[in-house]
């Protein structure tokens, strides 16, 4: 059956869009694939719902809908470059537009945006929506959800394979080499927030295009070790985390801590820093080490922050996830399809050894077309 699934991370930059077929038990095809780029007015607005403001009940209902629309626009782009009709596909996976994740809340909570209903009426498709909610009452963490897909498809018996999303928040997937042992997935801390962050306040630039500005860098390894002291790092999984804990404040208030002076391009290669060591910690340590380790999301475009991270792994080979058969701009995308295949077909799309959920769960909500 075809699926079309729909992808926006906290780096809130645009939607990824793409048409898969999948067939079990374990056979998938990417058809089609499209990024719908968020215009220069609805990034700031979306950024600005991520923290406490004025007027946030309104403003956050206004751009529920309005993303609505854009999602539905990624999925008709998809879906036209895939040449099928929409009557050929079964359902769309959208993940939605994360605002706010509090798992560690009482109670805890989850806020995605895309209205499914305006997505199902502008693209005629049944759509599948807010997957991580179930999870959530069902006591899990909510995410990471991917490391059930990742299983699904990237599983090798007899090896120690480690998957790594490098989105704005990163996290892993470690799969094991017994194919009966438990999936273990956790957030490991920022991936790419914080750079974005950094340059957008500093340069006016959206990302670190390669990771050149933080090439251009000194690591300084005093502020490198206070921000690794975050009490985030050595918690036990499960755990999941987001840009409400981990932005500029956070930089900042490290900043005041270490005193002195900080130029910008120091900061922006010490935080390239704190993502590739705290990916490598998480591996070496929650995740049991590993034989290989690949890579997908939006961060593997960073050589830099590639470079810095095949150092602190050592001996690990890193590669991207382009070498099991699927481009690490689509890994996420594809997830969601996936989901959305789980969810019609009345299937688990949780691992409870990777949320902390009581069982696993039938997740998301339907919008009949």
């Known amino acids: 059956m075809n699926y ?16 898969v077929a999948i067939e079990e038990p374990r056979a998938l095809r990417l058809l089609a694939h499209h990024h719908q780029r968020y215009d220069d007015e609805l990034r700031p607005w979306i950024q600005s719902l991520m923290h406490p403001g004025s007027n946030e009940l309104e403003r956050a209902a206004l751009v ?35 605002l706010r994740h509090g798992p560690q809340a009482a109670p805890p909570f989850t806020v995605q945006v895309a209205n499914p209903a305006v997505i199902a009426e502008q693209t005629g498709i049944t759509t599948v929506a807010d997957f991580r909610s179930r999870d959530m009452a069902a006591g899990g963490q909510g995410a990471p959800l991917v490391p059930a897909f990742h299983h699904w498809l990237f599983l090798q018996p007899g090896l120690r394979r480690i998957i790594v999303n490098i989105g704005g928040i990163a996290n892993l997937t470690a799969l094991p080499s017994d194919p009966s042992a438990a999936v273990i997935g956790f957030d ?44 985030y790092f050595t918690r036990q999984p499960p755990k999941s985390t987001g840009v409400e804990h981990f932005d500029l404040a956070w930089v900042e208030s490290h900043l005041a801590d270490t005193r002195g002076g900080h130029a910008p391009r120091d900061v922006q290669a010490t935080l390239t820093a704190l993502t590739a060591r705290s990916i490598a910690l998480a591996i070496n340590g929650h995740g049991g080490g ?62 409870p050894s990777v949320t902390g959920a009581r069982h696993a769960a039938v997740l998301g909500a339907v919008y009949p077309a």
Not at 76 to 98: E, M, V, Y
Not at 193 to 207: A, K, P
């Open 4 to 19: 079309i699934g729909l992808m926006s991370g906290t780096s809130a930059d645009g939607i990824d869009a793409v048409v």
């Open 290 to 351: 590993a034989d290989e380790v690949f890579v997908c999301g939006g961060g593997s475009h960073n050589s830099e922050l590639m470079r810095r991270l095949q150092a602190d792994l050592g001996a690990i080979p890193l590669r991207s996830t382009v070498d099991l058969g699927l481009h690490p701009d689509w890994v996420e995308a594809t997830a969601f399809a996936w989901l959305a295949h789980r969810t019609i077909e009345r299937l688990p799309g949780n691992l």
């Open 188 to 231: 490991t801390g920022p991936g790419n927030t914080l750079l974005d962050r950094w340059i957008g306040s500093h340069r006016g630039e959206n990302y670190d295009a390669g990771g050149s500005w933080a090439a251009a860098g000194s690591v300084d390894n005093k502020l490198l070790g206070r921000l690794l002291q975050d009490p």
């Open 64 to 98: 529920d809908v309005i993303l609505g629309g854009w999602f539905a626009k990624a999925a008709n782009a998809a879906l036209a470059k895939s040449g099928l009709d929409k009557s050929q596909i079964r359902a769309i996976g959208s993940h939605g537009q994360t």
